[in-house]
């Protein structure tokens, strides 16, 4: 779960180096949720990754500050305008990145392939938020919206493989990696309108380049799609060797 190529989370030549932080964090926990996911796949230890409280909401944790950080990050990228062929460049890496992840866990996990993870999700949600980068109430009350439509209803129609990727089946989907658009769209909002108002949070102005404790989380921060990509096949080749 990562997440974005060159982030854009500065804005009027200010960086916001606390939002760099917040998703090296994510990034963190992304490689210890999938090292332990590993250990459980190759038979080191038994762990119910369906089930155990502790393992789902770790993972919604993880994915909630990926997701509210490309918000965010996307409302200051945006600030002044929507720069498309920036967005359209970032859009096209997460597309490759996504269909790569697709590709991959198919021939893996072909029952339990990844049609639409995290990599997916960031793509079409960040594209459906353009019209809310500078909406301010209306994305947060859509985010409510959002939230609101994904807990109050489901329907067999959403069971349709092709409609999956929307969140509103009646069941959960086999497969290994599952972020569909709802209710995460609403944190993308939730996002979008922290990044708004980002300027008039104190928090988020306090500079981190000089903290020791803060100079890995930035630079994982910084390159988290790369960071993404990569972890997973050397934690799988690590195992393989292991087992040889």
């Not at 209710?183 to 939730?190: E, H, K, N, T, Y």
């Not at 630079?219 to 040889?244: A, D, I």
Request: with cysteine; net charge positive; proline share 7%.
């Amino acid at each position: 779960m990562p997440i974005e190529p060159a982030p854009g989370n500065s804005t009027n030549n200010v960086r916001y180096d606390l939002l760099d932080a917040l998703r090296g964090l994510a990034v963190v926990m992304m490689m210890a949720f999938h090292f332990s996911f590993d250990l459980n796949l190759f038979g080191y230890v038994f762990l119910d990754f369906q089930h155990d409280p502790f393992l789902l909401n770790w993972r919604v944790l993880i994915v909630s500050l990926f997701v509210g950080v490309a918000g965010a990050s996307l409302a200051l990228a945006c600030s002044n305008g929507i720069r498309w062929r920036s967005f359209l460049r970032r859009e096209g890496i997460l597309l490759a990145c996504a269909l790569l992840i697709s590709a991959a866990s198919y021939a893996i996990f072909p029952q339990n392939w990844i049609f639409f993870g995290i990599l997916h999700l960031i793509l079409v949600a960040s594209l459906l938020a353009l019209p809310f980068v500078r909406a301010g109430v209306p994305a947060l009350l859509t985010s409510i919206a959002a939230f609101a439509l994904w807990a109050l209803f489901s329907h067999p129609l959403f069971d349709h493989p092709w409609l999956q990727w929307v969140g509103l089946m009646t069941h959960s989907p086999t497969t290994e990696d599952y972020a569909p658009l709802l209710p995460w769209f609403g944190v993308m909002l939730i996002g979008v309108f922290i990044g708004q108002h980002i300027r008039r949070i104190p928090v988020f102005r306090y500079p981190l380049q000089q903290q020791l404790w803060a100079k890995p989380l930035l630079w994982l921060g910084r390159h988290s799609l790369l960071v993404y990509m990569l972890h997973q096949p050397l934690f799988f080749t690590l195992f393989w060797m292991l087992t040889l």
